[in-house]
């Protein structure tokens, strides 16, 4: 259900490039690659790279990296995917920045929100059981929203949620999924993400030297401008 969000928020155009921030073993580079992108993933875990090597074999570039310090050009790819990822990062703004950076059109963001009942849940079940969620740090959508807002500004930006209820007719057909809803839920327990990168300007002022002579040039064959520098006069 989660791809289907991805594809449904980040709405790629087949061929270009994503990168897939924290790709672990390579589910969401498959996601990427069965909608036709040009896939690159990026993990600190030489383990899990070695099972995404598996699943996705020389179709997706795989690369050994941190979050907050990506080893890409500015507006390298297309877009950027954080699937499940700011929760183990050491710094989720710093990884935000890094995921605008390199990407130049989309970036989709997906989380464990921090205020659903199934986080509370494993909130209260790490402080007795040791499991993948004891060293997670989670997030509610006003948090991230905020550190977006407080990088990129009032860019374009919109979330949905995935909130998973039970199939009333799993008695008679127990091989259909559970019945899946996407919309604005602020308890749901996953969220997705989509921000729109607006070109951004940097000006700077450009310093000019000018010596004590009189420069001379002629404009177009037709003129020729002397400028005084005692003065700053421009003679024609």
Not at 43 to 69: F, T, Y
Not at 90 to 115: C, G, M, W, Y
Request: charged share 25%; with cysteine; aromatic share 8%.
């Amino acid at each position: 259900m989660m791809n289907r969000l991805m594809a449904r928020m980040l709405e790629p155009l087949r061929g270009e490039s994503v990168l897939d921030i924290g790709c672990g073993t390579g589910l969401g580079a498959a996601a990427f690659l069965e909608m036709g992108l040009h896939v690159s993933g990026l993990d600190p875990s030489a383990d899990m790279l070695d099972i995404a090597a598996k699943n996705v074999g020389n179709r997706a570039d795989l690369h050994r990296g941190v979050a907050e310090d990506l080893p890409f050009e500015d507006n390298h790819f297309t877009y950027a995917a954080i699937v499940n990822t700011l929760e183990y990062v050491e710094d989720p703004q710093k990884t935000l920045e890094e995921a605008f950076r390199v990407a130049k059109d989309r970036v989709f963001i997906s989380f464990l929100n921090r205020h659903s009942p199934l986080v509370s849940g494993i909130r209260a079940q790490r402080v007795f059981i040791r499991n993948i969620y004891s060293d997670a740090r989670f997030l509610s959508v006003w948090e991230v929203k905020r550190m977006i807002r407080g990088l990129l500004g009032d860019v374009p930006l919109s979330w949905r949620s995935i909130s998973r209820f039970p199939n009333p007719m799993g008695v008679i057909r127990r091989e259909r999924p559970p019945l899946h809803l996407i919309c604005k839920f602020p308890l749901s327990p996953f969220i997705g993400m989509s921000v729109s990168l607006v070109p951004r300007y940097k000006t700077r002022p450009l310093r000019l030297k000018c010596g004590t002579k009189v420069f001379q040039s002629t404009l177009t064959g037709l003129a020729c401008a002397q400028w005084r520098p005692h003065d700053g006069s421009i003679a024609l």
